[in-house]
């Protein structure tokens, strides 16, 4: 769902954390990256925790694992983008080594 008003988006989506081990050091630092190259406010939320997106500590804290929905909460010019790439991430099989099939 994404609103406008007065130039700014914001844009609210689930995700389903799919990494075998959750959201852990490695997927949380790719995460972070990606989320500080947008302009946006980007915020996580999983049941009453909420956590900011560009944060490792933040986003560690929650205890994001396999198969837990979160909300993702952009507010920025580049919302709908922000949005879009955050829910591809957190939905990213990160597992290292790659799972065998």
């Not at 909300?71 to 709908?80: F, K, L, Q, V």
């Not at 955050?86 to 099989?93: A, C, D, G, K, Y």
Request: proline letters at 4%; glycine letters at 6%; aromatic letters at 4%.
């Amino acid at each position: 769902m994404t609103d406008q008003d007065q130039g700014e988006s914001v844009a609210t989506q689930q995700a389903v954390i799919k990494n075998r081990a959750g959201i852990h050091c490695r997927p949380t630092a790719v995460i972070v990256k990606e989320a500080r190259t947008f302009e946006d406010e980007i915020t996580v939320q999983l049941g009453e925790q909420t956590g900011d997106a560009k944060s490792a500590i933040e986003l560690l804290s929650m205890g994001l694992e396999e198969g837990a929905t979160v909300e993702i909460h952009t507010a920025g010019p580049t919302a709908s983008a922000s949005i879009a790439r955050m829910v591809e991430l957190f939905e990213t099989e990160f597992d290292f080594p790659p799972r065998d099939e």
